[in-house]
């Protein structure tokens, strides 16, 4: 590899970049082996992408500069004989000719330095959106689970930065937030696909190594989730309807412990509280359907820690609003919602209130009552004859 990245970095300085690609397909030949350890291939694929890096920025000098053009060059390199170094060809020509989608003032700037060349100096519009989409179809021409899944992390690695964060709803080749949505879902469900299948590779004997291994690799599944959440301009509704379920059905139907236990807990960190709290019912619905070895505990208490935390900070910032005397329009619903809770703490108290003087006045009735009772005892035993007379009566 190394050699091969020597050669390839010095034709590319030389102005020969069709020899430099050559070069460059022999080192990733070198990913094609399958007698490394998913460790060892993992340093293998960091060598090979600190190598590529040097090839990306040549390859968008030489379009800019008019001298190859990268639909060109991604269509060339089809033509390579193995498939792995193909598709790693691909993506890394790919991805550089998707981040001439969002460089139109460095494009009109090389343009203006070479007045001659009327192809670097047109308004090209780069179909963001054939390019993904080819990319994510291409990839599944490789199905073995380890270089399958580092195939599938240095495609969304490569792309990361380039994905169209665009809100219109157009099916323009610029590509909109869907796509990019739709984009890391498919390559996210792919890549698990080959992370579960990693542990059916190898002798039984070796189970508990195998088990180890998919551990040290699980932060290139993992990786989705963080892109996902980062994307830009996301709505809730989006993340409720269509990114939420199909990642849930995704990590039920797996049925693998390990997998259903790293994912859940890697999507409670991903996302925000706030999320969190509006699809608490999906979530805690997903997690009564995982596997019986699933460890539910390190799942639900990070997840209650994570809501009650923000709805101590939300409190703390809505009584600050309040002592300030200036309500945000955030804090607004939860001002709201504790006003009305408030005014039914009050109707409960004038209830109260009003029950207590009903008692107050029925213990006032049954006094009177016993007054009016003692008086007429009174009465009627002032009007008894003494005892005296009627002695004298029976005498007589």
Known sequence: VKVQAF???RCVDNDRLMDGLKHCSTMLNELRTSSLTPKNY?????????????????????????????????????????????LYLMITIGSAYMSLAGAPAERG??????????????????????VMLDMLEMTRGVQHPTRGLFLRYYLG???KDYLPLSSTDSEGPEGN??????????????????WVRLQHQGLSKDKERREAERRDLRTLVGSNLLRLAS????????????ILPKLLNQVVSCRDTLAQEYLMEALVQAFSDEWHLATIGQLMEA?????????IKNIVIPLVDRIATYAARRREEMEKAQATGSTSPSLGSDAASIDEEASKDKDIDVEDESKDTQQDSAEHEDEGKDKADSASVRSVSSAKPDQGGIDKIEEG
């Open 7 to 9: 050669q390839m970095k």
């Open 42 to 86: 993992y340093e293998l694929y960091l060598a090979t992408f600190d190598a590529m890096q040097y090839l990306i920025g040549a390859l968008r000098a030489a379009h800019l500069s008019g001298k190859n053009h990268l639909a060109d060059l991604y269509e060339l390199v089809q033509y390579a004989g193995n498939i792995v170094p193909r």
């Open 109 to 130: 700037r090389e343009s203006s330095e070479q007045p001659g060349d009327d192809s670097a100096g047109s308004d090209e519009v780069i179909p963001v959106r054939e």
């Open 157 to 159: 690695q490569m792309t």
């Open 177 to 194: 937030l869907q796509d990019s949505t739709h984009f890391i879902l498919t390559n996210f469900v792919e890549m698990n696909k080959l």
């Open 231 to 242: 994307l830009n301009g996301v709505p809730r509704s989006t993340y409720e309807d269509v």
């Open 287 to 295: 997690i009564s359907a995982l596997g019986p070895k699933v460890s």
